[in-house]
């Protein structure tokens, strides 16, 4: 690489990435890669005894030369291996990088003393623990010792100096409130929730997206760059194989995330795991002291009361009834539909399934609204009834 080449590097989103730019005229990567193989493809012919007219203009030098987190996977494993290589032939006057991986990020810091930066992410304040503390039942029906032991375990993360993440472990029955809490804490730190769901992954995919593949594959590692938010939530986690547990030993214990490709630190992060199990003594059989002892805490949620579900079942339909049309609203009878669920409040548990179910129900009143409509609009009969009724 040439000397007066400046490299800067950032980790982080790419919205973030994308305002540290500014407005210097810019080339991409990949852009500039085909130009430059285009380029070496063309075969020149000249003819014997002929002077050749053609005049060979040098290719200008980029200004700024853009590498995106996503460009990685679209090169060759040659180019990642010999990076500087690439770039010296290239000879940008500005090299800039997002969330480069650990083999080219060595190569830069060999070749170059790259300027470096971090993104902040957010992070749980005193703030924070207030609003939680007075939305929660908001966002939540029941859980009250939920929002206790969360308000507790949050605690040390507005410690200033605090370097590792709270790892917490929610458990109970599916659709009482996990994933919904979760997502109540995200919203009040801002950033796109970074959600995995471990049941998806039971193949060799899986192992190459924990544990590293090729460069052209997604993996977890490079997920965890990207993201934008201060909570890292992985639903499903006792339906990983078992194989999987050791890689998340360190992450869980020093806030460090490794694989073949890339290496992260992810600092005073919020890791929230989701489960079914039933109880502490479930949760430490099957998962085995080394990972049961790196939870910070382990939090249960509570099967959801009759009256509890009658709640949840109000203020799914005032929701979804709020979010409908002026005309549609105008057919509907709020109470009446609540009314439908009263008599089966303990049949239901799985707020999840509930949503569904009351989605279903106001669909039926709408278009049975709308078909009786349409049937009296082309029936002369009922219309002459009509007319005669008023």
């Not at 950032?10 to 080339?27: D, T, V």
């Not at 800039?96 to 957010?122: D, G, S």
């Not at 410690?159 to 929610?170: A, D, N, Q, Y």
């Not at 339909?317 to 002026?326: E, M």
Request: aromatic share 10%.
């Amino acid at each position: 690489m040439e000397s007066d080449t400046k490299v800067s590097i950032y980790f982080g989103p790419h919205s973030w990435f994308e305002k540290q730019l500014g407005k210097e005229k810019r080339h991409y990567l990949l852009d500039t890669v085909n130009d430059y193989d285009e380029a070496k493809r063309r075969i020149r012919h000249t003819i014997e005894g002929q002077e050749s007219t053609e005049i060979m203009t040098p290719t200008p030098r980029s200004d700024c030369l853009i590498v995106m987190s996503s460009d990685y996977a679209s090169l060759q494993e040659h180019a990642i291996t010999n990076f500087i290589g690439l770039i010296r032939q290239i000879n940008p006057k500005h090299l800039i990088l997002n969330n480069p991986p650990k083999m080219i990020y060595a190569q830069l810091v060999r070749a170059h003393n790259p300027a470096v930066e971090f993104y902040t992410y957010p992070a749980v304040t005193r703030d924070t623990l207030i609003k939680f503390r007075d939305g929660f039942s908001q966002h939540l029906v029941g859980q009250q010792k939920v929002r206790e032991q969360m308000l507790a375990a949050l605690y040390p993360l507005t410690k200033e100096g605090r370097t590792r993440p709270i790892v917490l472990m929610f458990y109970g029955p599916s659709g009482v409130g996990k994933t919904e809490t979760a997502k109540f804490i995200n919203g009040l730190l801002g950033g796109e929730l970074l959600r995995k769901q471990f049941s998806m992954f039971h193949s060799d995919k899986f192992a190459s997206y924990v544990f590293g593949g090729t460069h052209s594959e997604s993996s977890f590692a490079r997920d965890l760059l990207d993201r934008s938010s201060g909570v890292i939530l992985i639903d499903e986690f006792d339906k990983a194989n078992l194989v999987f547990h050791r890689a998340f030993y360190e992450i869980f214990d020093q806030g460090i995330f490794e694989d073949k490709n890339y290496r992260v630190k992810i600092g005073p992060t919020l890791i929230i795991c989701t489960s079914n199990y039933g109880s502490e003594d479930e949760i430490r059989l099957a998962l085995g002291d080394a990972l049961y002892s790196r939870f910070d805490a382990l939090i249960r949620f509570e099967p959801l009361s009759p009256d509890e579900i009658r709640q949840v079942i109000n203020r799914m339909v005032d929701n979804h009834v709020d979010n409908l049309s002026a005309d549609e609203q105008a057919i509907l009878e709020r109470d009446e539909i609540k009314s439908k669920f009263d008599a089966h409040t303990g049949r239901y548990g799985n707020v999840r399934e509930l949503g569904k179910l009351v989605e279903e129900v106001i669909s039926v009143y709408l278009v049975r609204a709308m078909l009786t409509e349409v049937t009296t609009c082309n029936n002369p009969v009922l219309l002459k009834n009509e007319e005669s009724a008023k």
